[in-house]
């Protein structure tokens, strides 16, 4: 079995923890197409949270209580860094996290890939799960508001998301080509899996590199997503922010009609929605989406198991 799934950071790690988890003890691949938007290079190294992010939550190094970073990190480099008055003072870099930055600025710099930089990164760890960032190019999220245009990462770690956001421009896109081995999963994949990731600034970059949108619709394999919406809300984070920004409005129906049916042209055959979002599943049905509802909470990894395993089942049903 092939699995592919397209993911941003966190959340998509929470996701992938689950994947991992119910197919545990088999022998399916498991490849993670990963949004770049949020990688910037800053004092001098080129930082990629959502690889990261995946990569120690799946090494089981991840800080939990924190919710990003590694366990057990210290910032002594940062505090020089801020002492030297370089680098973002708002934005921490872990000496832990740093060494991780470092390998990848070093592997960049003898002329690799991300993606190469990252299959030489993650092997260091067990990690169950292929790590591909959806392109080899620096392709940066950028956000337009009336206070200027700024990375994403200053709008969201330094602004909280609270600049109201005018557009998202993925900075570089129109020349980016996808990553070596990203046509070719979704291509011999037996299942796509969307993650319950942040629709516009995790899934839309990924989306967005010319190329990957193709494969997609090619694919033979059913496209199953996730809903990142529970009962209007986006559980963790400030994802709604984003939504509102596209005009979408934060509800599990709306983000599956922004991704949009195969059958017309969009992302889904299919999409799981919260026991709590049941109503929308014939409107969905009606679009061309066809829709189930079961618990969305990513607690821990057997429950995003059972998670999984409803996505697959319906994905694995007969077109509507
Ligand atoms: P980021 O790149 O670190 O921001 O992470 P992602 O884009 O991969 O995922 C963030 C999104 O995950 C948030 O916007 C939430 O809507 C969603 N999310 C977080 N926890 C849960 C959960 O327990 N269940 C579901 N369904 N979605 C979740
Ligand atoms: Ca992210």
């Not at 998509?12 to 938007?37: K, P, Y």
């Not at 370089?86 to 934005?91: A, D, H, K, Q």
């Not at 557009?167 to 990553?179: N, Q």
């Not at 999409?271 to 990513?298: C, N």
Request: charged content about 20%.
């Amino acid at each position: 079995m092939k699995v592919v799934v397209l993911s941003g950071g966190v959340g998509g790690a929470r996701f992938l923890l689950g994947v991992r988890e119910h197919f545990a003890g088999t022998d399916a691949d498991i490849t993670a197409i990963v949004n770049v938007g949020d990688d910037m290079w800053l004092t001098g190294v080129r930082i990629a949270p959502d690889l990261d992010s995946i990569m120690y939550a799946l090494a089981g190094v991840n800080d939990t209580e924190r919710g990003w970073g590694r366990a057990g990190e210290t910032e002594r480099v940062s505090a020089e860094l801020r002492a030297y008055g370089v680098g973002w003072p708002w934005f921490t870099l872990g000496d832990l996290d740093l060494g991780t930055h470092l390998t990848r600025t070093h592997y960049l710099r003898e002329g690799l890939g991300l993606a190469e930089a990252t299959r030489r990164i993650t092997a260091r760890w067990p990690l169950g799960v292929r790590l591909l960032p959806s392109t080899d190019q620096e392709v940066e999220t950028h956000v337009h508001t009336a206070d200027g245009v700024m990375h994403f990462q200053e709008w969201w770690t330094r602004h909280r998301a609270a600049l109201p956001a005018l557009e998202f421009e993925y900075r570089g896109v129109v020349d980016a080509r996808p990553a070596p081995g990203v046509v070719e999963a979704i291509g011999a994949a037996d299942v796509i899996l969307v993650a319950p990731s942040n629709p516009v600034v995790s899934i839309g970059p990924i989306l967005a590199i010319p190329g990957i949108r193709a494969a997609l619709t090619a694919a033979a394999a059913p496209v199953v997503g996730v809903s990142p919406i529970i009962a209007g809300a986006v559980v963790r984070g400030m994802a709604d922010a984003c939504l509102t920004a596209i005009g979408v409005d934060t509800s599990a129906d709306a983000v599956a009609l922004h991704y949009g049916s195969r059958t017309n042209g969009g992302l889904l055959d299919a999409w799981l929605v919260d026991e709590t979002d049941s109503a929308g599943i014939p409107t969905l049905s009606a679009a061309g989406i066809r829709a189930a509802a079961v618990p969305l909470w990513m607690t821990d990894p057997a429950t995003t198991a059972a998670m999984v395993s409803a996505a697959l089942e319906l994905g694995a049903q007969p077109g509507s």
